[in-house]
């Protein structure tokens, strides 16, 4: 049973919202009282201090109704509320849904009144204490525009903290793209469960500080999630190693690459490897002169490419390999081996270009993992980025159905994904938050394809081992960030020595 964080679409969030027990009552309601007590911890909630200036703005939908909520608890706490309600026309209200209709009766029975417009400078308070955004929620189906684009620019102009209620306004809740506009909050309390355009693309800069509050819901039992969030709990798949233990029972890991030019992205893998640990590590190089050793990681050994996979348990396909024909025996070799295979760069770029080596891949009976980056995403799916981008979920999903292999769909917001399985009702993707914008160095692909293969070679199932060398590679360069190595300047040395250190601090040193 799997310890991670449930993560839903719209359609299922919408599934959970009518499978609530009516006992729970109005989740709009519960979804305002608890954004109201994140609005005031984020104003100061100070009695001595009453009186603040908050600006809601209020959509034409349920976000609003929230957002109405919101402003009755507010209004109750003393503070001066502002309330934009972005309905169109004189019958906009009769056009919210009926919650919503509710909310904005609560807020006029408070003694509240709506505004068509944010104040303009000087018409209104001198400063805005807080914004709470309420415009637009996980329905927002169509780029912003017009009026709706423009509260969304000012709310964005005014420099004041923002509470996003559910998601940022703008955001498409699915995929993390910005539709058009999208508000920047400080916070994002988001409701019932976590939505997956929260956690990748764009989502992220856009929510700010992410909250979950399940209203009283257990959603994971009321409708399967389609998607779950990796984080630390990863690290319970690899057990503590026991004390009669040798070299043999971590494993043997080939990395096959290192073409001439490219020397330095084989030794990086290699390295990952043996420093997150594997027993022995074998670099099968393709380069017409190689050096006797690793200065910098002697108990490295280096051979030819069919030495180095006759040796290994794990093979890794592809740091500096290049496209050469020797490249393309080589790794011709590497699927035909009967051995787990982690496929990254130039091997991706090859089987994008081949349909042989993309049957090659598909009909392997071993363990594959795939690592691409977006640009190699769309050269295997034969798509522009854009559109790998447009939904990284749906592209990592289709790399993994397609080429029969584990995929991670590297980014803001990593996909992690397996193809289609015996249980339909199990997850088939996970989204890592971990790692920040250091990452955005050379050598960091190779790093993670060491990792992964370490861990392979160590025992564990193909996709414990991707998500844990997943997120342990962002945690390394979170580690990295906060002791000052971070992230402007991060390189993959430093991450493979932090991802050491994260992985022993589980306790699972030898």
Known sequence: MSSFAPIYTSATIRQLERAAPAELGSLMTRAGQTAAAHARRMLGADPQ????????????????????????HLKASLYRITVVFAGAGENARQRLPDDAKRAYAKWEAAGGSVVADIPAPGTGPARWDLIVDGLFGIGLGRALEGRHARLVEQINALRAPVLALDIPSGLNGDTGAVMGCAVRATETITFIALKSGLLTLDGPDHCGLLHCDPLGLAPASLVAPPGELLDASARQALAPRPRNFHKGNAGKVAVIGGADGMLGAAFLAGRAAIRTGAGKVFLGLLATEVPAWDPLQPELMLRGPSAAMAEASVIVAGPGLGQSEAADSALRSALAAERPLVLDADALNLI??????AKLTTRRNAATLMTPHPAEAARLLG??????????????????????SIAVLK???????????????????????????GMASAGMGDALAGIAASLLAQGLHT???????????????????????GPLGTTATDIIDAARRVLNRAGNAA
């Open 49 to 72: 201090r009453p009186g603040r200036n908050v600006l809601i703005v209020a959509g034409p939908g349920n976000n609003g109704g929230d957002a109405f909520e919101v402003a009755v």
């Open 383 to 404: 798509v522009p980025t854009a559109e790998v981008q447009r939904d990284r979920i749906a592209a990592a999903l289709a790399i993994a159905a397609r080429y029969n």
């Open 411 to 437: 980014g803001n917001g990593s996909i992690v994904a397996a193809p289609p399985g015996p249980s339909p009702a199990a997850p088939g993707w996970w989204i890592n938050t971990s790692g920040n914008p």
């Open 352 to 357: 994008a270009g081949d349909a042989s080596l």
């Open 463 to 485: 996709l414990a081992a991707l998500q844990l060398a997943t997120w342990i590679h962002g945690a390394a360069a979170d580690e990295c960030a906060a002791l000052g190595n």
